[in-house]
């Protein structure tokens, strides 16, 4: 008897028209689709006019939904996993599903396709060639300024998910803990009409976020470049940059202006300088 397969299926993070054709494919080829919030799916759903069954499986119930999506699958009934947006398991429930499915020997295939992480990377211009996904911070100020001090020496990009209400506190934190001259991104509201990017030292960002209320609404993505230690490869345009400015301008100020520009260690530079 043949089994069904589950779909992880990637939905658009803020502009529609980001869904995938493959995507939409499958949507509407399979007898179940497993939405984190049925009725915030439903308008995707509805917006491409799809009728495919929806299910509610969500962080609160995902567990006690496994053994009737494992029978249906036993069933030869293909679903599709999705999350409110951007692609499911990513600071979004089905770890457990997927598991399960997997220890099943249940198929399941992944589709490429939105992910704010990802996106907000690729325009953050702070290295790519090693990253770490950290999901959300703890809330509280003290489990905060801990996760984020297990973190201080990590040489590649961090990316957080952050709430809008804690931004504020988080970059505080950031401060804190990394430093001022830590180069810092906030990628906010991606995709969407209010689209936003602010780039510069830990302390810049937080002064920008702080005297403009509007950077303290919507999805936020935050980014923190990794630690520089002395030593590492200081691009060669950053170099220049930082001879030409260096020869109008104090040590610090030019090496200032550098870091923010390229995301690296204000220190690094200055002291590279003197």
């Known amino acids: 008897m043949s089994t069904g397969t589950l779909y992880i299926v990637p939905t658009p993070i803020g502009n529609l028209n980001d869904i995938t054709l493959r995507a939409l494919e499958v949507l509407r080829m399979v007898d179940i689709i497993a939405a984190e919030d049925t009725r915030h799916s439903a308008v995707l759903l509805n917006h491409f006019g799809i009728e495919s069954k929806l299910w509610a499986v969500h962080e609160h119930n995902e567990r006690q939904k496994i053994e009737a999506i494992l029978a249906q699958l036993s069933a ?9 947006a951007g692609t499911p398991l990513i600071s979004d429930p089905g770890y457990p599903l997927v598991n399960a499915c997997r220890a099943a020997g249940a198929s399941v295939i992944a589709l490429p396709g939105a992910c704010a ?3 907000a990377l690729s325009a953050a211009g702070l290295p790519t060639d090693r ?3 950290c999901g959300f911070l703890p809330p509280k100020q003290q489990a905060r300024e801990k996760a984020l001090d297990a973190l201080a020496g990590e040489s590649g990009t961090l990316i957080f998910y952050e709430a809008p209400r804690r931004i504020l506190e988080t970059l505080t934190a950031v401060v804190k803990v990394f430093g001022p001259d830590r180069p810092v991104v906030i990628a906010r509201e991606i995709t969407k009409q209010f689209e936003t990017y602010l780039s510069g030292s830990a302390q810049s960002v937080l002064e920008q976020v702080s005297t403009d209320a509007n950077q303290q609404r919507g999805e936020i ?11 590492d490869l200081i691009p060669t345009e950053a170099l220049q940059l930082l001879k030409r400015l260096s020869e109008e301008l104090p040590p610090k100020k030019a090496a200032k202006i550098v870091a923010e520009h390229y995301g690296l260690s204000a220190n690094t530079l200055y002291q590279h300088l003197i």
């Open 131 to 133: 990253f770490v996904f």
């Open 76 to 84: 030869g009934k293909n679903i599709a996993l999705i999350s409110d």
């Open 221 to 231: 993505v935050l980014l923190i470049g990794g630690v520089v230690r002395d030593g």
């Open 117 to 119: 992480a990802i996106t």
